[in-house]
């Protein structure tokens, strides 16, 4: 914990100074030079701090910027998706979403409400199941293989009779989502809820939220889903460009 401490004050020190020697680096932290120097060394190599040419002034590296504009990035999402999903919601009459995944869950940053929609239910913030919901779906579809893999490890919990829990049947499920573009929950989180979800993109062409679509399984039918997909997947593609997605040619 205290080279994290070291690390973090190292970060802080440049951002304020602009660029610091080792000896000032050290002075900073109040340990020897060569203390601050295989500190810096390491956070060199990890591309948070860079060295200024020859004249052994280190400044902050791109590594922080890139970290930076994720956080943004992910802040920036419920601004910009707001719009989207509202005008989605107002098309389509059904309650429509923004998730992200938090680690081995989805959180909802936005909800719109279309004329539609029966219940006042609202999902933002709340936290669901990747394996139950359609945007969580989408999300562990475009997840690292081993983060699928962790959780299909762990004993998964069933929601209703539709909940699917078996692995096998999840991965085929994944490879489907990320073939079709689009991915489904027929009453998999409660009886009588339908879903659907589409991808969005982020400036460096990863998944960073899930776009969805909800109703009544009465309404929301099958086909009813087979007929919102198109929409939403434009949605989804306008939200990824100003999120500065360039899907490849």
């Not at 991915?183 to 993109?201: F, I, Q, W």
């Not at 899930?210 to 087979?226: D, E, N, T």
Request: some cysteine; hydrophobic content about 40%.
């Amino acid at each position: 914990m205290q080279s994290v401490d070291r690390a973090v004050t190292v970060l802080e020190f440049l951002a304020r100074n602009g660029e610091a020697g080792i000896t000032e680096i050290a002075g900073e932290l109040g340990v020897h030079k060569s203390t601050a120097s295989r500190l810096v060394s390491v956070l060199e190599t990890r591309g948070m701090v860079e060295q200024l040419g020859d004249r052994g002034k280190y400044a902050i590296g791109f590594g922080v910027v890139r970290l930076a504009g994720a956080a943004t990035e992910r802040m920036d999402l419920p601004r910009l998706g707001r719009p989207f999903c509202d005008s989605l919601a107002s098309e389509l009459g059904e309650t429509v979403n923004i998730a992200v995944r938090d680690n081995d869950v989805a959180i909802n940053i936005s909800q719109a409400r279309g004329t539609a929609a029966v219940t006042a239910h609202n999902w933002v913030g709340q936290r669901t199941p990747l394996h139950a919901t359609s945007s969580g779906k989408v999300l562990l579809a475009h997840a690292p293989q081993e983060d699928q893999d962790e959780l299909l490890t762990e004993e998964l919990e069933r929601y209703t009779v539709r909940t699917v829990t078996e692995p096998d049947e999840l991965r085929k499920d994944f490879d489907a989502i990320v073939r079709d573009g689009y991915a489904t929950s027929y009453e998999e989180l409660e009886l009588g809820l339908n879903a659907a979800a589409v991808a969005v993109y982020n400036h460096d062409g990863g998944v960073i939220a899930a776009l969805s679509a909800s109703g009544p399984s009465y309404r929301f039918s099958r086909k009813r889903v087979q007929e919102v997909v198109g929409a939403m997947t434009v949605a989804s593609e306008e939200l990824s460009a100003q999120l500065g997605y360039l899907p490849q040619s």
